[in-house]
Structure formats: structure tokens, C-alpha cells
């Protein structure tokens, strides 16, 4: 079964705790994001990797942190540093950069 | 930045009535749009991409249109079906594969 899997699908985070989300994808993509959503808004791009170990930062990347050490695998980090951090979190892959991206099941973030 | 903009926040049509959900861009140097259905608590769903050389495509029941003249992108869902009620966005590409930019979507609700 084909896809792109985020977990975990509800997260509660505390002040000053840092929280990962997972994002796995099995489709071969060379490509990957992070997107935020939040109520009634676009999404808006946090992280993308074109490729293995290399990552940029998207429009709203201040107080998070990924890494791409797989091509599988594109790990987010919530640092204590996002002050706002409750959001619908989305992550997606392309074969292509910025062409056709397919999301995952998305990670709701809240603050304890 | 350019942004995509939507027309209408809501829609609302009889279950079996044809659907038109319309986008508004402003990038002229956008040659890649894409559709995405997202229900409550989901990840976006891929529906259908268009690239700037073409003006319409088609797939199973849905057709977008690309009038490039005026900027616009509309979605057409044939036969509406309670199961297509969900929100509906478009995304754009301006060219250059920085990132796509998304609007911030119509919600259609599908009335029996």
C-alpha cells in the first residue's frame, strides 16, 4: 500500500518541550515538505528537501527543525521556539520539486 | 508575493447538479495549477493538474479550465455526489519550482 504515513494523528505539546512529528513515505519521491495549516488559511511551507541530506527553509520555517537523512523519511521537529505552535501539520512528497504533491493524513498540534 | 484567491468561500448544490468551484491567480508567470479536495481532518487529495499550454482537462467527472486571458482556474464536478462535499483549493506554480502557493479554499456542501 503506497503513500505517505504522519504520525503521530494528535499531539499535545507543553511549554518549552520540543515534539517530532514523523512523516515516512514509501513512493520513491525525490521530494519533500512540510506544510502548516491553520483554521480557513492556505497551507503555508515550513521545510522542503529536494534530496538526501539537504533541506530548505520555506516562508514560516522560524522555530522548526528537520532533517533528511533517508529518502524515506523527513522527520519535523516543533521547537520551544514557536511560540504558536497549534496547527494542522501536513507533509507531502513529489517526484518532481513543486509538481504534483501527494499529503499525508496530517498531524493535529496542540498546546497543553 | 502572488497569492491564489478564491470567489466564493462556501457552495452549496443539490446532490446530482453539476458543481463549478472557481480560482483566481495573479502570477501571469504561473505555468502549473493544480486541484486538491481536502474532507474534515485529511490530508489533501490530489484531483486533477493543469499546465499553462493546455485550457482544459479532463478526468473521471471533474474538468478544470485554465483561461489564461483573465487568470482563471475553475474545477467543474459533474453529477455531484454527497461524498464530493469537502473543501476545495487550487494551487499554482510560478515558474520557477520555488514553491506552489495555495489558496485558501472553497467549502462545497452537497444538499440531498
Known amino acids: 500500500d503506497g503513500g505517505i504515513t504522519q504520525s503521530p494523528k494528535y499531539l499535545f505539546r507543553k511549554e518549552g518541550q520540543n515534539v517530532t512529528l514523523s512523516c515516512e513515505q514509501n513512493?520513491?519521491?525525490?521530494?519533500m515538505y512540510w506544510y502548516r495549516q491553520d483554521p480557513g488559511q492556505g497551507l503555508r511551507l515550513i521545510y522542503y528537501?529536494?534530496?538526501?541530506?539537504?533541506?530548505q527553509k520555506g516562508d514560516i520555517a522560524e522555530g522548526y527543525s528537520v532533517s533528511r537523512e533517508k529518502k524515506e523519511s523527513f522527520p519535523l521537529t516543533v521547537t520551544s521556539a514557536q511560540k504558536n505552535p497549534t496547527a494542522f501539520y501536513l507533509c507531502a512528497s513529489s517526484m518532481t520539486l513543486m509538481k504534483k504533491l501527494f499529503f499525508g493524513s496530517g498531524t493535529q498540534l496542540s498546546v497543553l | 508575493g502572488e497569492s491564489v484567491g478564491l470567489h466564493l468561500p462556501t457552495l452549496s448544490v443539490q446532490e446530482g447538479d453539476n458543481s463549478i468551484i472557481n480560482c483566481a491567480y495573479s502570477n501571469s508567470a504561473s505555468d502549473y495549477f493544480i486541484w486538491y479536495k481536502q474532507e474534515s481532518g485529511k490530508g489533501p487529495q490530489f484531483i486533477i493538474d493543469i499546465r499553462s499550454n493546455m485550457d482544459k482537462r479532463q478526468g473521471q467527472r471533474v474538468t478544470v479550465l485554465l483561461n489564461k486571458t483573465v487568470k482563471h482556474l475553475s474545477l467543474q464536478i459533474a453529477a455531484t455526489q454527497p461524498g464530493d462535499s469537502a473543501v476545495y483549493f487550487c494551487a499554482e506554480n510560478p515558474g520557477s519550482a520555488r514553491q506552489l502557493t495555495f489558496g485558501s479554499g472553497t467549502q462545497l456542501t452537497v444538499l440531498p
Open positions: 528537501s529536494q534530496i538526501v541530506n539537504d533541506f
Open positions: 513512493l520513491n519521491h525525490d521530494a
